[in-house]
């Protein structure tokens, strides 16, 4: 599976991104895909994710401001992300787990990160 990340950019304070994870390969066996961002001098943190039958989780820091999504027919995963403020800027990464393994043994892979910077 190879996942292609892209959206990021500078934004102001308040302003609006969406962030899309394109997913190619041996995608059959995706059984859930999130976004996970990682800030300078901080720990990777899951962002928002979201399973085959579309049921949704998001980290407080996100609720009421972050929407994820997945457009199965583009097999294409997204991140709405309004109202957003400095301590956003992080570095954003998408992945997908597998259910069952791949024929690699493969159960988890990641993008490469879009970076996402918020001004004040």
């Known amino acids: 599976v190879q996942l292609q990340a892209s959206g990021g950019g500078l934004v102001q304070a308040g302003g609006s991104l969406r962030l899309s994870c394109e997913a190619s390969?041996?995608?059959?066996?995706?059984?859930?895909m999130g976004w996970h961002r990682q800030a300078p001098g901080k720990l990777r943190e899951r962002v928002a994710g979201v399973t085959a039958g579309g049921s949704t989780t998001y980290a407080d820091s996100a609720k009421g401001r972050f929407t994820i999504s997945r457009d199965n027919a583009r097999n294409t995963l997204y991140l709405q992300m309004d109202s957003l403020k400095p301590e956003d800027t992080a570095v954003y990464y998408c992945n997908a787990e597998l259910v069952p393994p791949d024929a690699y043994g493969g159960t988890e892979y990641w993008g490469r990160g879009t970076l996402v910077t918020v001004s004040s």
């Open positions: 390969g041996n995608i059959d066996n995706i059984a859930a």
